[in-house]
């Protein structure tokens, strides 16, 4: 079993992020996404990857609740 701060919560940019590791990468992650959308407009350069969350642990299985992509407010 997983310890609450260390279940996988998603990936992003193809690496695997952890719960305790996941605000911060998703906000890191909308930066080089707002870059790309600017510079890919002129330039050619390789998309950055994507981001995908979680509702289950892949380890341990255990739902994972509280974490969204974006906004909170977004969720329904």
Request: glycine share 6%.
């Amino acid at each position: 079993m997983c310890m609450a701060d260390n279940h996988l919560a998603g990936d992003i940019a193809r690496k695997q992020i952890r719960v305790s590791d996941w605000d911060a990468a998703v906000t890191a992650f909308e930066a080089v996404i707002d870059d790309f959308n600017i510079r890919g407009q002129r330039d050619e350069i390789p998309h950055p990857g994507w981001c995908t969350k979680f509702k289950f642990c892949p380890e341990c299985g255990a739902p994972l609740d509280g974490l969204s992509l974006r906004n909170p407010d977004w969720e329904s």
